[in-house]
């Protein structure tokens, strides 16, 4: 079998490599989880690389190297409590302590962790390319373009992105989830955005309206019930069911907000 794997010294390395064929191996829960949907014969391994295994606070913004796995970023005085309460979604100890934070939004899975939250707060990534010049996306635009070979050199979130919080939806901790919920809500302007398995990570624009407005829980559930997307009926429960956890976790998320005076 030729199988290689190298262990990078440099970003830019990193991003030669990938552009030859590699794959970036990070903590390697997903890459070389049995079943995985994609698997590398060559791959270049970026947790060494200097520089991407810190968390700093810049200008009002929390980066995350590509190295910093669940548990360092839990452990961080940077880390805003909101990703905290998304990052301890991953419940075993043993992974939060391999899987990087930037694998989780490389993988973008439709059961993601951290997706829906990654969306409410607009969070962006920044990316290399092998002549080492970054740029920074936001993470819509990388889930919706995927460019590829492109590391993740950082993930970058608001530190004080406004109210937000995320409830995810699994039969137990260690089950994968059928459904993630995140609002943020900051100056009267309300972002939900939903992770749902089978479908993906997405941010609804009609609830996110209808909850700047302060919508109560039937409309919420109602215009759930109306979502474009392909909400499949599956083990975890009905179509039906699933619009309607999201529209009533929307309605108590806004109530909860509603008493801690974010609105
Ligand atoms: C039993 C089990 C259950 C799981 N359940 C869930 C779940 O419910 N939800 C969920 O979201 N995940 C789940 N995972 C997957 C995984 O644990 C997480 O997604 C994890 O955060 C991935 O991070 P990693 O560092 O291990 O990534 P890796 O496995 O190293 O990489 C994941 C993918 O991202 C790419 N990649 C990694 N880092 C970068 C980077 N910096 N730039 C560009 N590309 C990069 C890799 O090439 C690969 O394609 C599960 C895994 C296992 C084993």
Redesign the pocket.
């Known amino acids: 079998m030729d199988e290689r794997l190298v262990m990078a010294s440099s970003a830019r390395e990193a991003a030669v490599l ?1 552009a030859g064929g590699a ?11 049995l079943g ?1 949907a ?1 698997h ?1 014969r060559k ?1 270049v391994s ?1 947790r060494r690389i200097e520089g ?1 295994g810190k968390v700093e606070e810049r200008d009002g913004e929390v980066l995350i190297g ?1 190295a910093v ?2 548990q360092e970023a839990l452990q961080s005085q940077l880390v805003p409590a909101y990703l905290k309460e998304a990052l301890s ?2 419940g ?1 100890r043993t ?1 939060r302590n ?7 939004v ?2 973008w ?1 439709d ?5 829906a939250t990654m969306l409410a707060v607009a969070a962006e990534v920044e990316l290399m390319n092998e002549a080492g010049a970054t740029r920074r996306l936001s993470v819509a635009e990388w889930a919706r373009t995927r460019p590829e070979h ?4 950082r993930v970058i979130v608001p530190a004080e992105p406004g109210w937000v919080s995320s409830k995810r939806y ?1 039969n137990t901790m ?4 059928y459904l993630v919920v995140s609002l943020c809500l900051s100056q009267g302007e309300a972002r939900a955005a939903l992770c749902v398995k089978g479908v993906g990570a997405f941010v609804s624009p009609e609830l996110s309206e209808a909850l700047s407005r302060g919508a109560g829980e039937d409309e919420l559930v109602e215009l759930s019930y109306g979502l474009d997307e392909a909400i499949p009926t599956d083990m975890y429960g009905s179509e039906r069911y699933k619009r309607y956890l999201a529209g009533v976790t929307l309605a108590r998320m806004l109530e909860d907000a509603e008493r801690d005076g974010a609105r």
Do not use: Q
């Open positions: 990938a794959g970036y191996l990070a903590g390697g829960t997903e890459l070389m989880r995985a994609r590398c791959m970026i991407l590509a796995t669940f979604f991953m075993s992974k391999m899987a990087t934070v930037a694998g989780n490389a993988a899975r059961d993601s962790y951290l997706a492109r590391l993740i050199g699994a260690e089950s994968l989830s």
